[in-house]
């Protein structure tokens, strides 16, 4: 009885790993072969990439901190943060 529950425990342990293993190659083929295609294939997107590097262009960065609302959302939410602190340790100072 106990050499069944360890051969099952083992070959559900060798499952687990094994779909572990399927997904992390699933997941690196699609980053670094199924993503970089239309880089290749596509003229446009090839052209943006290359200008983007020719400019050393962070396309992640130029959608999130070149834009002046990003900045004024970013401060809000910093005061946002401030005052509410603020206001927690006023409570705590009033008990």
């Known amino acids: 009885m106990q050499e069944h529950i360890i051969t099952q425990y083992g070959n559900d342990l060798t499952r687990r790993w094994l779909k572990l293993v399927l997904a992390l190659s699933a997941f690196l ?3 670094f072969v199924i993503i970089p295609l ?3 294939y ?3 997107v090839k052209h943006y990439v290359e200008t ?3 400019n ?3 396309p992640g960065a130029l959608y999130y901190t070149d834009v002046p609302v990003s900045g004024a959302a970013e401060s809000n939410s910093r005061n946002t943060v401030r005052f509410y602190y603020n206001m927690q ?3 705590k100072k009033a008990d």
Request: hydrophobic share 55%; charged share 20%.
């Open 52 to 54: 983007a590097r020719e």
């Open 42 to 44: 596509i003229p446009a």
């Open 38 to 40: 239309p880089i290749k």
């Open 29 to 31: 083929l699609f980053i």
């Open 89 to 91: 340790m006023a409570d």
């Open 56 to 58: 050393n262009i962070s």
